[in-house]
């Protein structure tokens, strides 16, 4: 499923296409997208493919085309402080976008059939933590993944206001979805080969709504012997933060507001791209001479060729002093503000330490 938008040459590219074609709508959804960059979810030797628009699996490991994903992002209509529900959250790359959007007081849990996935998911939202800039433009509501088959969910599991299934929904197994959902709740999920948005009105009352034309792989039936019992499937408790770690995002809350950054949301700009140099040939006449009773052909040098050489000359200084200014912007842009003034504080190492999630750089 995808191909609806161009390839791009990297994620801010393939951004731009899908806001083009209308699949980003919203500004939350773009910063969420331009942060979270998808290629870091391929496995290394596939990277190539990961700005095209369609989707992608090696062995258990499976993303969606980046249309599906916009779509869903779109249809879920997250705010800061939902609390959501992925099931079959596979590399949890759209679980990590979905969590910038939702904030520290939100509440992200995942679900997934194959322990190497959770495994894999885990390994990649350790490296956004640590390694990725966009963790400190964000105040993030980082997911928790388990194990286990999402139709074996504990019936006396909490409800969420935001759930998402990233796997086809037989029409028997829909009242199974919304008995997890909230009143005034969005569920998302492809049932009968369309991506439905369905809104919880009341305890018995919903509105449903086709988003897309889609193919899925049905939701994996668990399988076991006769009279086995299943393996039910615990979700993750809903702890209240403690104050330790309230301080902490109320600090990192203050110094980006120092920043100018409005709270951790400031825009996620992009570095302006080189511009490709424009290469002048120096042109050259094929003319005919005739040597003896024999018409020979000559390159004869055309008249403009000495201008030609000299604007070519110049345009290479312009281009050359404009990378110059490029490559400034460029460092600059890498420069971690919220960091610098962590570190600056005078605070103990390992306090400061803490303030920064224990990240390295």
Not at 45 to 64: Q, V
Not at 268 to 286: D, Y
Not at 335 to 346: D, F, G, H, T, Y
Request: glycine residues 8%; charged residues 30%; proline residues 3%.
């Amino acid at each position: 499923m995808g191909g609806a938008v161009s390839a791009g040459e990297d994620n801010d590219d393939l951004i731009d296409n899908l806001k083009e074609a209308q699949y980003i709508r919203t500004e939350k959804v773009e910063q969420a997208f331009r942060a979270i960059d998808r290629g870091d979810y391929y496995l290394d030797g596939y990277r190539d493919s990961a700005y095209k628009d369609l989707a992608w699996k090696h062995g258990n490991i499976h993303l969606s085309a980046p249309c599906i994903y916009s779509e869903v992002m779109e249809a879920l209509k997250l705010q800061p402080g939902l609390s959501f529900l992925n099931l079959g959250s596979g590399t949890g790359y759209l679980s990590t976008m979905v969590g910038l959007i939702i904030g520290p007081f939100g509440v992200n849990h995942g679900v997934e059939l194959h322990t190497d996935v959770v495994e894999y998911a885990r390994e990649k939202l350790d490296e956004f933590i640590k390694n990725s800039d966009s963790f400190d433009k964000f105040e993030f509501c980082e997911p928790v993944f388990v194990v286990g088959n999402c139709l074996e969910i504990s019936t006396d599991s909490h409800q969420y206001d935001r759930i998402y299934c990233g796997a086809g929904v037989q029409k028997e197994q829909e009242n199974y979805m919304k008995v997890l959902l909230k009143v005034g709740g969005i569920l998302v999920m492809p049932i009968e080969d369309q991506l439905t948005q369905i809104i919880r009105t009341g305890q018995s009352t919903w509105e449903s709504k086709n988003i897309l034309a889609v193919s899925f792989a049905s939701l994996a039936q668990q399988n076991r012997a006769d009279g086995e019992k299943p393996d039910t499937v615990h979700l993750p408790p809903v702890t209240v933060r403690s104050l330790q770690d309230l301080s902490r995002i109320y600090i990192r809350r203050t110094l980006r507001s120092l920043a100018g950054e409005e709270g951790g949301r400031g825009s996620l700009q992009r570095v302006p791209q080189k511009r490709k140099r424009r290469r002048c040939r120096r042109r050259r006449i094929n003319t005919y001479v005739f040597v003896g009773n024999q018409l020979i052909p000559q390159m004869v040098e055309s008249e403009e060729e000495e201008h030609t050489e000299e604007e070519q000359k110049e345009v290479e200084e312009v281009e050359e002093e404009e990378d110059r200014d490029i490559g400034d912007i460029e460092i600059l842009k890498q420069v971690n503000v919220l960091r610098e003034q962590i570190m600056s504080l005078p605070l103990p190492e390992a306090l400061k330490a803490y303030l920064l999630y224990y990240r390295e750089k």
